[in-house]
């Protein structure tokens, strides 16, 4: 990231397509370790569904959306928000900040910008998954008031290492 000054939080255009598509491959693969197949093989679906047509999956409604932190032209961050089935419950997606602003609040800035969307919106919960790899993603969601509802293993046997946690929070 060049100079200093903190990355503007915006709604996502079609010409950050190939920096959000990389970003979110590349904050999944940051931490696969051993279970890199497993990733791999998530991310390759990922890009085929929901990231290959973000204004189609997260723009294309009223009560989603999709944001991108621009640091000079760079995104460095990116969060969705989708309805879910209940009308009072969003879901947050692809969560990822580039890890050259990791631990200087961005991280906290887009979980503000998704509560802030949610409330305006009639939503009364936030809910997301994330997996046992990610440590530092939960231990942030944790820190901003979403429990753990669930834990499932992801996976076909015997290569169920990976462990996705189900969270939620209330807004208020």
Not at 9 to 17: N, Q, Y
Not at 66 to 88: H, K, L, N, T
Request: hydrophobic share 35%; with cysteine; net charge negative.
């Amino acid at each position: 990231m060049t100079g200093t000054a903190s990355p503007t939080i915006r709604t996502f255009r079609p010409g950050d397509l190939t920096q959000v598509r990389d970003l979110f491959a590349s904050g999944l693969m940051e931490f696969a370790g051993d279970v890199s197949d497993q990733v791999q093989r998530y991310v390759d679906h990922s890009l085929r569904d929901d990231m290959a047509d973000i204004p189609g999956h997260y723009l294309s409604g009223l009560r989603s959306n999709f944001w991108v932190a621009d640091s000079a032209g760079e995104v460095v961050g990116i969060v969705g928000i989708q309805p879910r089935e209940r009308p009072d419950e969003a879901e947050l997606r692809r969560m990822s900040v580039s890890p050259t602003v990791r631990r200087q609040g961005l991280g906290q800035r887009l979980l503000e910008t998704t509560e802030e969307f949610c409330r305006g919106n009639g939503y009364r919960r936030i809910c997301l998954s994330s997996v046992n790899i990610l440590q530092p993603a939960l231990a942030m969601y944790q820190k901003y008031g979403y429990r753990l509802v669930k834990e499932e293993p992801y996976g076909e046997p015997p290569h169920q290492v990976i462990v996705v946690h189900h969270m939620i929070k209330e807004l208020g």
